[in-house]
Nanobody
Framework: DVQLQASGGGLVQAGGSLRLSCAVS????????VGWFRQAPGKKREGVSC????????RYADSVQGRFTISRDNTKNTVYLQMNGLKPEDTAVYYC??????????????????WGQGTQVTVSS
């Protein structure tokens, strides 16, 4: 079975940091990119960042560029999202998802094949 296990969410004050982890199992690791998405109450799910497998290419939403950093540990089949300078508007449930490399990117959420369960991030002002 394919599993994506997201963790690391929590409550933090504005300006603080969190690191999310996404542990992936059940897929051929090198064939997939992994992305992070988030969904705030009453809003659509939006792409935050994604990372490829072979060359480690990355993409970021404009809203997080320069504050968030995505990385992957190929020895642990895990992707991380380091979030610095958090703002109240970053409050959302964060989901990780896997997509075949040919569909790498953040623009087509429906292209993602597998999804994790989500982890809550709350940033207080």
């Amino acid at each position: 079975d394919v599993q994506l296990q997201a963790s690391g969410g929590g409550l933090v004050q504005a300006g603080g940091s969190l690191r999310l982890s996404c542990a992936v199992s059940g897929i051929t690791w090198d064939h997939y990119a992994v992305g992070w998405f988030r969904q705030a109450p009453g809003k659509k799910r939006e792409g935050v960042s994604c990372i490829g497998s072979i060359d480690g290419s990355t993409r970021y939403a404009d809203s997080v560029q320069g504050r968030f950093t995505i990385s992957r540990d190929n020895t642990k089949n895990t992707v991380y999202l380091q979030m610095n300078g958090l703002k109240p508007e970053d409050t959302a449930v964060y989901y990780c998802a896997a997509v075949l490399l040919q569909n790498f990117g953040l623009t087509s959420r429906s292209s993602y094949n597998y999804w994790g369960q989500g982890t809550q991030v709350t940033v207080s002002s």
